[in-house]
């Protein structure tokens, strides 16, 4: 049975600042998770990509699952499929992950306390992978027959940060621990700069799903397609939606529908990540007309209804 187009977005809670406050046991909102699905629903998405953190994991395992799978069990009762990301180089806070109280956004600022997972140090350090390797093997082996998640995206960005190539074995790695387990969902990694790249190549050889992330006007998203296409296999865009520079929904979204990829744009409610602000904003700055990201506002109003309309009428047929 050919499965259904899928249109999600990457999600996080309006209260969280980033992956590790989202995740751990103090500040897991399992409440503000279920009512902001439920406004995702409404739009017809049908998937949300989530960020893990391996510090979450490495401090309380046993809590992490099982609050993973209170979220599972939450996606499901608002029929949204699961794409979850172990690991991230992206590092936009400029600080190492850590548990605990996480620090405030800054104010005018896109994304101010995001972390990395595991962190640059441990990327590095092999020494550390045997923890990296039971953290893969926890969530992929202990998942890797549920049926809630569509796919495991296992590195958002490798290379993010500085890291360049040096991040390209544990990418290689982590496809190794996780064929391991013998999973059945498909696996991937997504391109996200320089497509032809040995690097960029060598993740979509590795990927039973070629994924990347396209927050280019619409001929530029249509020209990644091309290039994504190569090897045959099916495609995912697991990062879109770039108001500013014409990446909108109106112009980008009937594109990824006409060519059947799956599609998860950036952001549901605007909250404490304030991705709704441009890349490089600085603190002060007001919040502007025209949001980056983001789909609601924290009570529930669409940012745009006209956007909405587009989703709904994109979607129609594709939940059960």
């Given amino acids: 049975m050919k499965k259904p187009w899928i249109v999600g977005c990457n999600f996080l809670p309006s209260t969280a600042v980033n992956d590790v406050e989202m995740w751990q046991e103090q500040t897991f909102d399992a409440r503000t998770i279920d009512r902001e699905l439920s406004w995702a629903e409404g739009l017809g998405l049908n998937a949300v990509r989530v960020f893990l953190n391996f510090v979450v994991w490495q401090h309380d395992p046993h809590g992490f699952i099982e609050r993973f799978y209170q979220f599972l069990g939450l996606a499901q009762s608002h029929a949204m499929a699961v794409m979850p990301v172990l690991f991230d180089d992206c590092a936009f806070s400029g600080k190492e992950p850590r548990v605990g109280k996480q620090d405030d956004p800054v104010p005018g600022v896109h994304n101010s306390q995001w972390v990395a997972s595991p962190g640059q140090k441990t990327v590095e350090n092999r020494g550390a992978w045997k923890a990296l390797r039971a953290y893969v093997e926890a969530f992929v082996g202990g998942f890797g027959g549920d049926e809630r998640i569509v796919a495991w995206d296992f590195y958002n960005e490798p290379g993010n940060s500085g890291l360049g190539e040096r991040s390209l074995p544990l990418v290689e790695a982590a496809f190794e621990w996780a064929r391991a387990t013998k999973a059945v969902q498909p696996l991937t990694v997504g391109a996200w700069t320089d497509f032809e790249s040995p690097m960029s190549r060598r993740m979509m050889e590795l990927s039973d799903v070629v994924s990347f992330h396209a927050y280019d006007p619409p001929e530029g998203a249509a ?49 404490r990540t304030q991705t709704f602000m441009p890349w490089g904003s600085k603190a002060g700055d007001p919040m ?33």
């Fill in 288 to 320: 502007p007309a025209v949001w980056q990201h983001d789909l609601f506002h924290r009570d529930g109003t669409a940012y745009s209804e006209d956007e909405a309309r587009i989703f709904r009428a994109a979607t129609r047929g594709l939940r059960p």
């Fill in 223 to 271: 020209a990644k397609i091309e290039l994504c296409k190569r090897g045959g296999k099916p495609l995912a865009c697991t990062e879109w939606l770039h108001r500013q520079g014409g990446n909108t929904v109106a112009a980008v979204l009937p594109i990824f529908q006409r060519e059947g990829v799956d599609c998860y744009s950036w952001g549901l409610v605007a909250g």
